[in-house]
């Protein structure tokens, strides 16, 4: 009778590791008992030492462990710059850089000067000038000559005989370093006169003793203007001498 209490004991004990399911050591692998976890037909419940535990098709214990197969980026997400529209306000801009011309010398080249100086008289070579204005916004819509005139105390403004001037827009400009003559802008001097401007400077520096500005026409905007500066003869010779500053001088107004 022991015997047989014996062999019952131990046949009971198999079939608790059977239902348990099989447990391999060597590839991480737990398989679960029937009942624990549902599949589907074709696949099997595994429990892996990797991390990996569900119903699969294919033995997943061998993979590497799941941390490491999560798609991380591989770098910072990028980053879309959006820069803001220039944006314009009406404006101005006054004290030109000006280069004297010499068609009498038309290859002489001067430095830079802050002053406005032109003129035709006899027994003077003639002087004629380019007024450079710069910072002028891209998308200004109409632009202006001007030239003002500070009170007698704040100006240094002398017109001798005409001062009826002739002011024309540039094409271009001779690249930075190149010397500035007469025959260096030769080419940049449109052909077509129509839209040459005259200011008139004559009697100004005698007849207003208070502060005055004056229109000098329209000009095509850019963001750098230059604007070639005679005598027009019309009406007989002169000379016009002005020193320029925040108050005194060309500057030209620009609208957007």
Known sequence: MPSIIKTAASLACLATV???GPINAGSGRMFSRRGDTDCEAGKVFYACA???RGCFEQDPCALPPVATTTSLPSGPAPTTITTAPETCSNGSVWQPTMYNLLPGEPDKAQPAVTYLQFQVQANQPEQQQVAVFQGIPATAQK????????AEAERTFTVDGSGYSAVQQLTGFPAAGAPVSSASIAQYV????????????????KQSK??????????????DVYLK??????NGDGRVYMEQDAKNGFYITYTC
């Open 190 to 205: 449109p052909a077509d006169q129509a839209k040459t401007q005259h200011p008139d400077f004559t009697f100004w520096d």
């Open 18 to 20: 059977a239902l348990a």
């Open 210 to 223: 208070d502060a005055a500005t004056h229109s000098g026409g329209e000009v095509d905007c850019a963001e």
């Open 229 to 234: 500066v005679s005598l027009d003869t019309l």
């Open 50 to 52: 990797n991390g990996y």
């Open 143 to 150: 632009c202006y000559l001007n030239w003002a005139q500070a």
